[in-house]
């Protein structure tokens, strides 16, 4: 069975500087995965997906994640937080064998002025 | 190019009635799936639909039900609803001939139990 651990529930940062979501999977196949985000009130925007090709996945909004499957993980990436940014990010892991997608728990994140 | 849409986009219901709530896939796509999210907790996979047939199902229970039309929209329907049950419900629709990926996502109806 796959599963998803986003290992912080919260995350607080300055706008302007770095943000660093991390996210583990543990899966029986290649793995597709995916970061989501989820702003207010509002349904879930696809902010990248890794699906096999490069390693390093760029993303809308100027975010990036790495796949290193040695780790197991695929942390988001972003070099400069903006006020937009404060939201909840989910990472996303689907099945192989189907199209069902596993959601971690989430990382809401705040961006202090 | 209008995406995914969902109505309505809150609901308030009792214990022990029933529900059904609507999704239009994004133009050009033919597979529906429904989530729901829990407060503070991520999006729990119900079903999908594609074919007008239920392909693959998680973890829920027969009260939870849907159907999908000839023209791809489709519909969730709960029956007997538990407190339990409050949650934002999203669904996300994708295109069959690529490969079911990436999923949009509507903005969701949310229901509350009284």
């Known amino acids: 069975a796959q599963s998803v651990t986003q290992l912080d529930s919260h995350v607080s940062v300055s706008e302007g500087t770095p943000v660093l979501l991390r996210c583990n999977y543990s899966?029986?196949?290649?793995?597709?995965l995916f970061w989501y985000v989820q702003h207010p009130n509002k349904g879930l925007q696809l902010l990248l997906k890794y699906t096999s090709a490069a390693t390093l996945v760029k993303g809308i909004n100027g975010f990036e994640a790495e796949f290193k499957k040695s780790e197991t993980s695929f942390h988001l990436t972003k070099p400069s937080a903006h006020m937009s940014d404060a939201a909840e990010y989910f990472c996303?892991?689907?099945?192989?064998?189907?199209?069902?997608?596993?959601f971690g728990g989430g990382t809401r994140v705040l961006v202090k002025p | 190019d209008a995406g995914v849409t969902q109505s309505p986009t809150h609901l308030i219901k009792t214990r022990g009635q029933q529900v059904t709530l609507r999704c239009s896939p994004k133009?050009?796509?033919?597979?529906v799936s429904w989530y729901q999210q829990a407060l503070g907790q991520g999006p729990q996979f119900i079903f999908q639909y594609y074919e007008e047939e239920e392909r693959q199902r998680g973890n829920f229970p027969d009260r939870f039900s849907g159907h999908q039309f000839p023209n791809y929209s489709s519909e969730l329907n709960v029956n007997a609803l538990l407190l339990g049950d409050s949650a934002l419900y999203l669904c996300?629709?994708?295109?069959?001939?690529?490969?079911?990926?990436?999923?949009?996502f509507g903005d969701g109806t949310r229901l509350s139990i009284l």
């Open positions: 996303v892991v689907r099945e192989a064998a189907g199209n069902k997608l596993t």
């Open positions: 133009s050009g796509h033919d597979t």
């Open positions: 996300a629709s994708s295109s069959r001939d690529r490969g079911f990926q990436p999923q949009h």
């Open positions: 899966s029986s196949y290649s793995p597709s």
